[in-house]
């Protein structure tokens, strides 16, 4: 896991689920072709293609030859941006026609309409905390900077899947946690209390009701307050996005780092 960076632009089109609309009937058909990328893709741009955050655009109504252009630069990383760049590229170029076709087929919004953010994230974590952490965990790295304290855990099921150099099976969970920076007697930095969690779990089902260009086989991505409470507010599609090359490595930016960690003498 990173630390997410909120990016604004054509964030809808990294959350779509590889239907393809029809060309000739884009608009009439959202029931069957289109059905599963406009669920997708109104997790950021809203349902109808207006976006109900200011820093995130509306998609309905922009012209086709502006949209197609934007996909196309993200997927030659001619425009950088770790998340469009990362599903861009999955994308075939008839894609790419056929999508910025179907959203500049939808009703643009008024100047003055303002969508309402959903009650709930249309990708939502299913991740609990993990009871009795730390217990049956280990950590595998510590970061400094900012004034905070990282650590990085990994449990059991992940720590043998890493030791034995085998992808990350269903049932891991790398955990991590960010305290407060304070100074230890000898003036270094050391972890202070608690700032909040966050956390990946791979549980076998959860990517079915993924979308394809998202899913991360069966890993799910949640935030968790210093209490342990999860933040239900949290969208997953840009974790999901920004995981997703990461392939082979389960997914885990720290992969490497934790097999290293679990395999050197004396680990």
């Not at 974590?125 to 855990?153: C, H, I, N, W």
């Amino acid at each position: 896991m990173r630390r997410l960076r909120v990016t604004s632009g054509l964030v809808v089109l990294a959350l779509l689920s590889g239907a393809r609309p029809s060309p000739t009937r884009a608009a009439d058909e959202p029931a069957n072709a289109v059905s599963g990328a406009a669920r997708a893709c109104g997790a950021c741009h809203g349902a109808d293609g207006v976006s109900p955050s200011p820093a995130t655009p509306n998609l309905a109504g922009q012209k086709a030859a502006y949209l197609a252009a934007q996909l196309a630069a993200f997927k030659s990383k001619d425009r950088k941006n770790d998340l469009m760049n990362a599903i861009a590229g999955q994308l075939s170029d008839d894609d790419i026609k056929a999508l910025a076709r179907y959203w500049s087929s939808l009703p643009a919004a008024a100047a003055s309409a303002v969508a309402q953010a959903p009650a709930r994230p249309a990708i939502a974590s299913r991740m609990t905390f993990p009871a009795g952490f730390p217990q049956g965990f280990t950590a595998y790295q510590t970061l400094e900077g900012d004034g905070f304290v990282t650590k990085r855990y990994a449990n059991a099921v992940a720590v043998r899947a890493a030791r034995a150099g085998k992808p990350l099976p269903d049932g891991s969970v790398i955990l991590q946690v960010t305290y407060d920076a304070t100074r230890n007697a000898a003036g270094a930095l050391a972890p202070g209390a608690v700032k909040s969690y966050a956390g990946m779990e791979s549980h076998a089902g959860w990517g079915a009701s993924v979308p394809a260009l998202l899913r991360n086989e069966d890993w799910d991505f949640a935030q968790f307050n210093a209490d342990k409470s999860r933040r239900d507010n949290l969208n997953e599609a840009p974790c999901l996005a920004c995981h997703k090359p990461a392939v082979a490595d389960s997914y885990v930016f720290s992969s490497k780092v934790l097999r290293e960690a679990v395999t050197k003498p004396g680990a």
